[in-house]
């Protein structure tokens, strides 16, 4: 966090530099991310990622939402505009948040951007299928997605049985874990555990984690097996 000296924010552990929360879904043919975060510019720098179809987007929250901009060196790359995939209530926050990307008159140069509104039918971005699972962030209605057997859910506190079922068989599971004590729109740590083992999901990754959890190493060593924290860069490798 800007400005804090706390252990984790001090800490020389690059698994403690902690970014925004996002994800890039790659098949052999296809990429996208999940969310473009204020961080969205330096992680595809970081990463090197040369290409990307689309950009998947889970709620309008600023620090999902905030990097879009940046979509523009891949449409000067690429040459085409880049697919948007959202729920409604995220294409009007983009509209609003990106308005000028929208304007009738577009100043040269502004990010190209092409939306595809969606809701909770599957629906596939080139090889890829994904379910979207609709999940609950104190009020506000969030898409977690499934693909084949991993799912990404972040911003959560709440999920309804029905949309449980589509998460059940994953054999991944990267879902949000904020921090120990209680928050009103994140899971906590021990809410986040309680779900893996409901669900009997074999291996899952904690991603949204602040600074206020603690160190990495730390906090590791106190996870059930099959359960470990996310870092920045961790790579799963797995049939999608
Ligand atoms: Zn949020
Ligand atoms: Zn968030």
Redesign the pocket.
Known sequence: MIACDCEVCTSTNKKDKRLR?SILVQSATTSFVVDTTPDFRYQMLRENVKHLDAVLFTHP?K??VAGLDDVRAYNYIQQKPMEIYANQMTIDGLMREFAYAFADKKYPGVPNLELNTIDLEPFSIGDIGIIPIEVWHMKMPVFGYRFADFTYI??ANRIEESEKEKIRGSKVLVVNALRKEKHISHYTLDEAIDLVRELEIPTAYFT?ISHQLGRHEEIEKQLPEGIHLGYDGLVITMPI
Do not use: F, I, L
């Open positions: 929360s929250h620090d999902h972040t911003d949204h």
